[in-house]
């Protein structure tokens, strides 16, 4: 048996799920381009691609999709009422199936399509003679239903309710959810019914019932056997009224694992993207964002050249619990370890004046301001105020380290703060409301680079790791690293500065090239203006009106409550 490193990983996508979950996801501000075509489906697709590629080692991919004509399939002959209450598919959604395989067919993935199945049915007989072959699958899609093909190989990806992230779900979390083994899924699912699908389950079981029986009964047949023991009194009837019901409904659950589809490992190893192909159908879609970010993932060049071995040399891999999912590879980001960079803990007051003394006449200050525990920065105290540029940092800890007291250092830090000196960091906004409470207001023109990435992609996580990942290639060490998690989770007020101020720093460091490169992208993408007009003054008048409140007509709203009680 070979070992985990050795094995073959093969990434099957559920393509018609995937675009069905991203046309949904936009559905009250749909994604429309200038010729007045909505792209949602193809946008998230390709997002959620993209974020594959960049996160896992893929040497094996496939996409399936389902063959939609009006000839159905196997489980339409066995119930003529299988999906007959599903709304057909929106025509926008359709309209972006053949921009996904655009797409798809550009990235030089394969392409599944098998009339009389589903793609469901495609995904499972490939997962399983994977399988059979000693190799490891991770299959992404939201669809539920194939946790019944979960096994020690098998991995399901489903994409997180927010952001881009998938939640594997592996043998063990399946039963630790479901107290059995995931192909007794099929049996839950047969007996709680499905009204997406139409599948009629039997009367009066819903879910918690249907694991319960499962759970003591093991399968449907045996259950069926045991019908007249079984103590609830509507799940009794239901099972001895309608025995024949359950077993179509197991029928039409189950996941076909035995079709006459050829695994091929040549075929599904690809490494050679067309550059060309995916930059024309980039812009056609005008999927400007997702153009610069593909460019930046597969290490396009102005010769449409892509770097070897595409797919092989992403990182980071992200281990999956129970299989080994996701491998080991370099990282596509470099650590900020440049050692020209300087960083420096300021410990005294005489440390406190050579950094005015350095920073003097500097023409933009990134700031930091680090604060404790408490979510709301009405109630957090400040730790500490981190300040430089990309070539010199300096951390300042409240207290100092000598014992200077808190307000003594930001009284020492008024003039730089409040300075007409211009401001760049990373959401600002708290920072502004806990310095306004200690009497300091931060000064200068400010740019804030989580607002910058929230106009230029706001359908993407903006911390400040991912951003500096996605958008310049640096890795800034989250903080929450060094507090842990769980019970040994620390508080930031127990860290030492020194501790502290690596990873504070390293996004000092960062911020004006970050800012830069969002600064480009925000004038390509046409919402510098709005950028520099509205969103970056608007920081402070919302600071403002965290730290002042606002006022309320009391007698006003009483009038609004006696009306409204009335009605």
């Known amino acids: 048996m070979a070992n985990n490193k050795d094995r073959k990983r093969l990434y099957l996508l559920d393509a018609m799920a995937l675009a069905y979950r991203s046309h949904f996801i936009f559905i009250s501000r749909p994604l429309v381009n200038s010729k007045g075509q909505n792209t949602s489906a193809a946008y998230g697709f390709t997002s959620a691609l993209l974020k594959l590629i960049e996160d896992h080692k893929i040497e094996h991919i496939a996409v399936v999709f389902d063959v939609l004509d009006e000839g159905g399939t196997f489980r339409d002959e066995l119930y003529d009422e299988y999906k007959a209450n599903r709304d057909p598919a929106p025509e926008e959604l359709i309209e972006n199936l053949p921009r996904i395989k655009q797409v798809v067919e550009a990235f030089d993935i394969p392409v599944f399509e098998l009339g009389g199945v589903e793609a469901d049915d495609v995904i499972g007989t490939l997962a399983r003679k994977a399988e059979e072959e000693d190799a490891d699958v991770v299959i992404v899609s939201p669809d539920k239903?194939?946790?019944?093909?979960?096994?020690d190989r098998i991995t399901l990806f489903r994409p997180a309710y927010r952001g881009e992230d998938f939640d594997p779900i592996t043998v063990d979390s399946f039963k630790s959810k479901w107290g059995v083994e995931p192909i007794q899924f099929i049996d839950i699912q047969a007996l709680w019914g499905d009204s997406t699908d139409n599948v009629p389950g039997i009367p009066g079981i819903g879910e918690k019932t249907a694991t319960?029986?499962?759970q003591e009964y093991g399968s449907i047949e045996n259950l069926l056997e045991h019908a007249a023991d079984v103590k609830g009194k509507r799940a009794r009837e239901g099972l001895l009224e309608f025995?024949?019901?359950?077993?179509?409904?197991?029928?039409?659950?189950s996941i076909k694992t035995d079709l006459e589809v050829t695994l091929d490992w040549a075929e599904l190893h690809q490494a050679r993207p067309n550059a060309a192909l995916i930059r024309q159908a980039f812009r056609e879609f005008e999927f400007n964002t997702?153009?610069?970010?593909?460019?930046?993932i597969l290490g396009l060049n102005d010769a449409g050249a892509v770097q070897p071995s595409l797919f092989s040399t992403q990182g980071p891999a992200g281990d999956i619990p129970g299989g080994d999912v996701g491998g080991g590879s370099e990282s596509a980001t470099v650590e900020l370890t440049d050692p020209d960079v300087e960083q420096d803990v300021v410990t005294s007051r005489e440390k406190l004046a050579k950094l005015l003394e350095q920073v003097s006449g500097i023409n933009r200050l990134a700031v930091s301001i680090l604060l404790t525990d408490d979510a709301n920065p009405m109630d957090a105290g400040v730790v500490g105020v981190a300040l430089g540029n990309n070539a010199k940092q300096w951390y300042v800890p409240l207290p100092l380290m000598d014992g200077t007291a808190t307000a003594d250092v930001l009284e020492t830090l008024r003039p730089l703060l409040e300075s007409d000196v211009p401001k760049v960091g990373h959401d600002l906004k708290p920072g502004l409301v806990a310095l306004r409470r200690a009497g300091v207001r931060l000064g200068g023109e400010l740019y804030d680079t989580m607002i910058a990435h929230y106009l230029c992609a706001p359908e993407q996580p903006h911390d400040l790791a991912r951003v500096a990942a996605t958008e310049i290639g640096v890795r800034v060490p989250p903080l929450a690293d060094l507090l842990g998690s769980g019970r040994a989770k620390k508080s930031i007020v127990d860290l030492a500065p020194g501790d502290i101020a690596?990873?504070?720093?390293?996004?000092?460091?960062?911020?004006e090239q970050l800012a830069d490169a969002l600064s480009d992208r925000m004038k390509k993408d046409g919402v510098g203006d709005v950028a520099e007009s509205m969103e970056f003054p608007l920081i402070r008048v919302l600071a403002d009106v965290e730290q002042t409140g606002i006022l309320v007509d009391t007698a006003v709203l009483s009038e609004i409550s006696e009306d409204m009680r009335v009605q």
């Open 502 to 511: 690596g990873a504070v720093s390293a996004g000092v460091a960062t911020a």
């Open 145 to 151: 239903d194939f946790q019944q093909l979960i096994s």
């Open 212 to 214: 319960k029986l499962i």
């Open 290 to 296: 997702l153009l610069r970010r593909t460019e930046r």
């Open 243 to 253: 025995p024949d019901q359950a077993r179509l409904s197991k029928e039409l659950v």
